[in-house]
């Protein structure tokens, strides 16, 4: 599994050997029931038990701006900072011609459909290439529309040091700088 070591993975086998068959059965259960009772909103594509997920279906949500991330992950760390009371959209990852990754293959197609019911936009893919290469695709393809795009900003993290500061963390920091 993804982020679990050999060391890791190798304890609870050995916690699983030593569990009784009740134990081991209520997980094994636990994990056919996940699969099949989980599964993606129609909409957002992130985690439901039904057609919409939680976020969706909730009225007290700003309904006119959505939040474009790039995995279900994603989506849960914004609900843990708080601040964030819009809309999803999980892409599924990101465009990579290299590696034959198009729009296509990404859940790009309803997203530009919905596009006219928003009022903003918000891309908040990863600091990457291939993220400000499908940040700058969808922003192209919203142009038509009367959607306020924006970016999430970049720069230097709460607390950090100048002197262990990378120079294209620095260099993104100092392009975005904001008036004092």
Known sequence: MPGIGRKT??????????????????LAEALVDLKSKVGKCERCH???????????TDQKRDQSTVCVVE???????????????????????????????????????????????????ILATHASIEGDTTA???????????VNVTRLARGLPVGANLEYTDEA??????SSRVKF
């Open 9 to 26: 993975a190798q304890r609870m086998g050995f916690h699983l050997l030593d569990a009784g068959r009740e134990e081991v059965h209520t």
């Open 46 to 56: 992130y985690l439901a038990q039904g057609e919409l997920c939680h976020i969706c």
């Open 71 to 121: 995995r279900v992950v994603d989506v849960l760390i914004f609900e843990r900072m708080g601040e964030y009371r819009g809309l999803y959209h999980v892409l599924g990852g990101v465009l990579s011609p290299l590696d034959g990754i198009t729009a296509d293959e990404l859940n790009m197609a309803d997203l530009f459909e919905r596009l006219p019911t928003y009022e903003e936009l």
């Open 136 to 146: 700058l695709f969808i922003s192209q393809r919203a142009e038509k529309y009367n």
């Open 169 to 174: 963390t620095l260099a993104s920091a100092y």
